[in-house]
């Protein structure tokens, strides 16, 4: 008995609801027992794990944009599956990091790779070919928080096509101007072309 101050040793029996940091000194070994319903609920409050958004189809538009990332997101996942454009030649399906002052089309140090060719690229992450308006696309990029001071994030990504047998992959760095808080998959030609086929999803972690 007494106050939290003045505890002495024994056993304690408590519901107490706690808040805030607690700590152990001594031989407090066990703090007590839960049910597995009472660690879910835990683990979903605090916020840990992986997110998954909700799927999107890429059958229209120019762009499919996820928004409402949260603050203190530290890994992304984006997962383009059989998408494709109704535009060929130099075209490429390309990820796209967006703030608070909206959606970053320059300024991206990415270098794309098909093992025979290495170009360099400015406009986004990703990068990978759709050469003919029959291409059709799965890909996946991963961003990594490097700096949450300057909002520095490290992508890469591999792709592969159905019309031929190789594999793509890229790798580069993008520093915003804030806070990343959406993403956007899009092409390089822009309002040139139109999604026509295929589902796009993400997911992030803290």
């Given amino acids: 008995s007494g106050t939290a101050a003045s505890l002495t040793a ?8 706690l808040t805030g940091h607690v700590t152990s000194v001594g031989n407090a070994a066990v703090l007590g027992s839960f049910t597995i319903a009472q660690l879910n609920t835990a683990i979903s409050d605090s916020n840990v794990g992986i997110t998954i958004a909700t799927e999107q189809a890429s059958t229209s ?3 499919i944009d996820f928004t409402g990332i949260p603050a203190g997101t530290k890994r992304i996942t984006i997962m383009c599956k059989g998408v494709s454009t109704n535009y060929g030649a130099a075209n490429r399906l ?14 991206y140090v990415v270098t794309h790779t098909d093992f025979t060719t290495h170009t360099a690229f400015t406009n986004g992450f990703g990068q990978a070919t759709q050469e003919l308006i ?33 594999v793509e992959t890229s790798f580069g760095t993008k520093a915003l101007s804030a806070e990343l808080t959406q993403v956007r998959v899009t092409t390089t030609v822009g309002a040139s072309s139109t999604f026509d086929a295929g589902v796009i999803n993400i997911q992030y972690e803290g």
């Fill in 10 to 17: 024994g056993t304690v029996t408590t519901n107490a609801n």
């Fill in 61 to 63: 538009g120019n762009n």
């Fill in 94 to 107: 390309i990820v796209q990091l967006g703030d608070a002052g909206g959606f970053k089309t320059t300024g």
């Fill in 134 to 166: 029959t291409s059709v696309n799965d890909m996946i990029v991963h961003l990594y928080l490097e700096d949450s001071s300057d909002f520095t994030w490290f992508g890469e990504s591999r792709s592969n096509r159905t019309d031929t047998t190789g």
